[in-house]
């Protein structure tokens, strides 16, 4: 298959594909997308410089996109999130939730990471911090759950210990809309949370915008995020585009692991 452009490890990707049942045109369509990263060469960094990690949600992407087996009926930014995180996150893991809410991201990374593993979670809001205790409680699940802003995340963890961390940016689900993050401290929290990732972690962010929070933080964050050191991290922005109103924005960064980066 190297008249195709493909390697080994290339040629393994379409024969999971094809052992799904997918269909022959699905495989064919996937088979150009995969082949237009470049030029497939033996290393630890493939695709013309996309990582084995970033392959994989590449694939679950497309997957939900040309299975009608595997369709996630009325996906959402929640689902496609939790989605991505399930796929890596297992028993043990060292999680941080930098907006808790109303708790349900919180209560889904404990349940993930089961009870030998550590949650974290954050929020400026009292309000936010006692819906987050009450539900944790109801699911007989336990986490650090802290009255604080996320900007401060690095004051509870070590450097590069934190397997996922997840950001919903915007503001807190049947609160107060006046009350929302704001560009500075998010971005702040975002470049202290890739300094605690793992080697090989990823970290989620959701973008909420619109309404009375404006515009300003996703644009801003948008930009900042093309900042973000390529020799490091591996940034995916995923957009909802015939979505009506002003659809959430959901990106996942990842971090190289060494053998990555040679």
Same mark, same amino acid.
């Given at each position: 298959?190297?008249?195709?452009?493909?390697?080994?490890?290339?040629?393994?990707?379409?024969?999971?594909?094809?052992?799904?049942?997918?269909?022959?045109?699905?495989?064919?369509?996937?088979?150009?997308?995969?082949?237009?990263?470049?030029? !497939? +060469?033996?290393?630890?960094? %493939?695709? /013309? @410089?996309?990582? =084995?990690?970033?392959?994989?949600?590449?694939?679950?992407?497309?997957?939900?996109?040309?299975?009608?087996?595997?369709?996630?009926?009325?996906?959402?930014?929640?689902?496609?999130?939790?989605?991505?995180?399930?796929?890596?996150?297992?028993?043990?893991?060292?999680?941080?939730?930098?907006?808790?809410?109303?708790?349900?991201?919180?209560?889904?990374?404990?349940?993930?990471?089961?009870?030998?593993?550590?949650?974290?979670?954050?929020?400026?809001?009292?309000?936010?911090?006692?819906?987050?205790?009450?539900?944790?409680?109801?699911?007989?699940?336990?986490?650090?759950?802290?009255?604080?802003?996320?900007?401060?995340?690095?004051?509870?963890?070590?450097?590069?210990?934190?397997?996922?961390? !997840? +950001?919903?940016?915007?503001? %807190?689900? /049947? @609160?107060?809309? =006046?009350?929302?993050?704001?560009?500075?401290?998010?971005?702040?929290?975002?470049?202290?949370?890739?300094?605690?990732?793992?080697?090989?972690?990823?970290?989620?962010?959701?973008?909420?915008?619109?309404?009375?929070?404006?515009?300003?933080?996703?644009?801003?964050?948008?930009?900042?995020?093309?900042?973000?050191?390529?020799?490091?991290?591996?940034?995916?922005?995923?957009?909802?585009?015939?979505?009506?109103?002003?659809?959430?924005?959901?990106?996942?960064?990842?971090?190289?692991?060494?053998?990555?980066?040679?």
């Amino acid at each position: 298959h190297a008249g195709r452009g493909y390697n080994a490890r290339g040629f393994g990707v379409l024969q999971i594909l094809r052992r799904r049942n997918m269909p022959r045109r699905s495989i064919s369509v996937i088979s150009r997308e995969i082949n237009c990263f470049g030029k !497939v +060469f033996d290393g630890k960094r %493939l695709f /013309g @410089g996309i990582s =084995r990690e970033i392959l994989k949600l590449f694939v679950f992407l497309r997957l939900h996109d040309y299975n009608s087996a595997d369709i996630i009926s009325n996906m959402n930014a929640t689902e496609l999130v939790h989605s991505i995180i399930n796929g890596r996150i297992g028993a043990g893991a060292f999680c941080i939730d930098a907006t808790a809410g109303r708790g349900r991201d919180t209560a889904y990374l404990c349940e993930l990471v089961g009870p030998c593993g550590r949650v974290i979670a954050f929020d400026i809001q009292q309000e936010a911090v006692d819906s987050t205790n009450a539900l944790l409680a109801a699911r007989g699940l336990r986490a650090e759950v802290h009255l604080d802003s996320h900007s401060n995340m690095a004051n509870y963890a070590e450097p590069e210990t934190v397997d996922c961390i !997840v +950001f919903n940016l915007g503001w %807190l689900p /049947g @609160g107060d809309h =006046r009350i929302f993050t704001h560009a500075d401290t998010s971005f702040a929290a975002i470049s202290a949370g890739l300094e605690l990732l793992k080697k090989g972690g990823l970290m989620c962010v959701t973008i909420y915008h619109g309404g009375a929070t404006g515009f300003e933080e996703r644009d801003t964050l948008l930009e900042l995020l093309r900042e973000i050191d390529s020799d490091r991290f591996q940034v995916i922005s995923t957009f909802f585009h015939n979505w009506k109103k002003e659809p959430p924005i959901p990106i996942f960064i990842y971090k190289y692991t060494d053998s990555e980066r040679d």
